[in-house]
């Protein structure tokens, strides 16, 4: 028979290869919600709306699982490494911040119906930020699978930038609808996915940190437009 501590590791690696496969659902929301925007395709953005179910059952199986597996951690009393605890509570954080992310897709998908009657076309600005979120999204599940802190870094790089695309796109839009060249509907529709893009983006850096967390056991923080290690307290 299993020692206690092996069949710990076991449902905590089953655990994490299920949020591995709830971070890939996610990812197909992301870039189907995108997708649907470019392409005006509403039954495209209705399948993304339909399939926030899923990913809600999901993250309530993951939650209970890992609420029941840290119970009976703690009525064992078993010495868990520290690598493993590290790794259980990294997936209860990066669980929420999947949940959340779907909801940005939903949101997304919902503007659809308004670029459609309105049929008018997003900037190249608008379409490299949308590209570039579902990139972000795919990099942070591969790093949360792989526990790849290089890659993490990678992600977490990315957040200035979707910051600067949001700014440049809520500008482009004022100057647009002063100028007569687009209508507010659109605009106000334009800045809402921006919006979501860009929030999308602070959920994946807050997964990559958690990455480099449960690998070095390190916490970074976002200071002076970049991310850095905190200092040491004093002593």
């Not at 840290?70 to 790794?87: G, Y």
């Not at 259980?88 to 959340?100: D, P, Y």
Request: aromatic fraction near 4%; charge should be negative; hydrophobic fraction near 45%.
């Amino acid at each position: 028979m299993p020692n206690t501590l092996e069949v710990f590791e076991r449902r905590i690696a089953r655990l994490r290869a299920d949020m591995v496969e709830q971070g890939r659902r996610v990812e197909r929301m992301v870039e189907g919600a995108v997708e649907a925007i470019f392409e005006m395709d509403q039954s495209k953005a209705d399948w993304i709306i339909s399939h926030d179910s899923v990913i809600d059952r999901a993250d309530v199986e993951i939650e209970r699982a890992a609420v029941d597996l840290l119970t009976d951690i703690a009525r064992t009393a078993v010495d868990l490494p520290e690598r493993l605890l590290r790794l259980l509570l990294m997936i209860v954080k990066v669980n929420n911040e999947l949940e959340r992310t779907a909801d940005g897709a939903v949101t997304i998908a919902e503007q659809v119906a308004t670029f459609q009657a309105l049929a008018d076309e997003p900037s190249g600005r608008f379409r490299v930020m949308a590209n570039s979120a579902v990139g972000i999204v795919r990099d942070t599940v591969t790093c949360f699978e792989r526990q790849d802190t290089k890659l993490a870094q990678a992600v977490l790089a990315s957040d200035d930038t979707m910051d600067e695309f949001e700014r440049a796109i809520l500008l482009e839009m004022q100057q647009r609808v002063a100028a007569g060249d687009a209508n507010v509907e659109f605009a106000f529709a334009t800045n809402i996915v921006a919006n979501e893009l860009e929030r999308i983006g602070d959920h994946c850096t807050n997964v990559a940190e958690q990455v480099i967390y449960i690998a070095t056991g390190k916490i970074v923080r976002h200071m002076e437009g970049h991310w850095t290690e905190p200092e040491e307290p004093p002593i």
